[in-house]
């Protein structure tokens, strides 16, 4: 057992979502609370999300910028057969790297596809930057890839989740986030200025306070998160308390999620 | 009528979504989404988006950059009476505005609340940066602001929505992007070089292929998007008759959203 330090996890990630269509707001995108959470399991903390469209010079900007700042960067979408799949070329250009078509993956697709259906639109899915190493893809064949810190993912959930799950054991990280939930019927308006003094004298734990409205009324979800767990319960209780003065019905869930 | 112009909205926006409750993938954000597809109806089009924590330099910093990026920025979250909810006073300090009590939303919050039940938290939330104009909450009361170009909302997506409804007559947008859409129980990959012929010769039609998979097996959604009409029906056609030579069962609709 390792001496649980009191602060957040200093293994950070960022998401970027590539794609036009979450931009268009014709898909909703559901890829960035899954990798939040599985992120949050190996003690990495997600510190930003970006969605930026199927543009060449904005991903490599992106990308470059990003990789500086965080532990990891997890890259979802643009790495299919067609016209707007322009990742794995971007991702080659940031690192200034030559885009190549790699060995094993190419072996990959052959045997998934056979001779027969094995075309160039296809085999385009095998070119991966120089230095990459591949991330298995059970569902689909077609591999995904890791440079450096950039771990690069299909955006279809299912691929990227059978992905995610391939490559997470190279991945490093600190001590989970734990929470505990309370919610009750009371707004947050009431209070507020109590929940500032119980946040106050619990500086390592992070307190949300998030409002729900629901046919029985308004109401509102109070979360503690921290990665102590003696610090994470004596805040709790005391928001729990908090809440108890105002109502004797308190829920130990998130209603407001 | 206007004469339609072929290129995208030069208009464009960058959405900012302020909340550890999103990072940490408790809460599923569907703000994007719908924000994406009013903006689009307005003729202005979502070219990123940032998820953020509640961490004061943070937002600070990211406002500022996009600021001037964009045309328009939304930021939802963070503009409760909690000590979680730090947005205003960040936005201030973006603008290098002082955050004060602005005398009309402090009206709408007396007569929403009461004398009994409108306390100093509540009364946090009628602190605007000087020079910021009210953003009308039909739904709970307590405003958001616009400030120059940037768009402050609540991060509950019914009062984000109608806080969005409020202050829409003041944005200015372009063209709309059309679109059209046909799937059929065709992978992508056996006709992706065709499909990249067909978006070389409609260089202002984004064309976007999207994968999914249905009990009935796998296919694709393909997705055509313009400003112009003309040009998205004459890609469109070229687009759906590409996909007949596959299968004669293609449908006029999106099964991969």
Redesign the interface.
Known sequence: MTTPSSGPSSFTACII?IG???????????N??????EL?ELGI?????????DVEQ?IIDTVNTCRKQFTYIFTTGGI??????ITSACIAKAFGAALKQHQEAAAILERH?GPT?L????M??AEIPVGGTLIANPVSAAPGFQIENVYVMAG?P?IMRAMFDSCKHTLKGGDK?L?RTVSAFVT???F??K??AI??RHPDV????????RSAGLGTSL?A?ATDEAALEAAYREVKAMLMAYTPEVIED?L??
Chains 1, 2 share one sequence.
């Open positions: 979502i036009n269509e979450i931009l268009s707001g014709r898909t909703q995108d559901t960035v609370a899954w990798l939040a959470k949050n903390r997600v510190e930003e999300v970006r969605v930026i469209p904005t299919g057969p067609t016209h707007d799949d596809y259906n075309n160039s639109a296809r385009k899915m279809v299912e986030t929470s947050e308006g009431m507020a200025q929940l500032t946040a106050q992070d307190i949300g306070s998030y409002p729900f409205q979360v998160r998130d407001a999620a």
